[in-house]
Nanobody, 113 residues
Framework: QVQFVESGGGLVHPGGSLRLSCVAS???????VAWYRQAPGKQRELVAQ???????DYAPSVRGRFAVSRDNLKRTVYLQMNSLNLEDTAVYFC????????WGQGTQVTVSS
């Protein structure tokens, strides 16, 4: 199994930006990695994913604002989040698509004026 450690969250004003990082405990060059988020009282949802062949996909709510990228040598997947709004407030996690591995602690993103 691969373990993921998320970081980079924080408090930001509406319209602001953050870049999240997800470091894996093992190689990720041969696997897809996805970002998820869970807002208070809501189910965890898929936000973005980076396939091992470079294909990227996004939830409609973040398309055009978020960008996922990866550095396989660093075993790290990034989530650049721009034009943040209140609805983006959540704990952000990374995992294999489908949540195949144990979930990490996530990183809190709070968008507030």
């Amino acid at each position: 199994q691969v373990q993921f450690v998320e970081s980079g969250g924080g408090l930001v004003h509406p319209g602001g930006s953050l870049r999240l990082s997800c470091v894996a405990s093992a190689r990720i060059s041969a696997i897809g990695v996805a970002w998820y988020r869970q807002a208070p009282g809501k189910q965890r949802e898929l936000v973005a994913q980076s396939a091992m062949n470079g294909v990227r996909d996004y939830a409609p709510s973040v398309r055009g604002r978020f960008a996922v990228s990866r550095d396989n040598l660093k075993r790290t997947v990034y989530l650049q989040m721009n034009s943040l709004n209140l609805e983006d407030t959540a704990v952000y996690f990374c995992n294999r698509p489908g949540g195949l591995y144990p979930w990490g602690q996530g990183t809190q993103v709070t968008v507030s004026s």
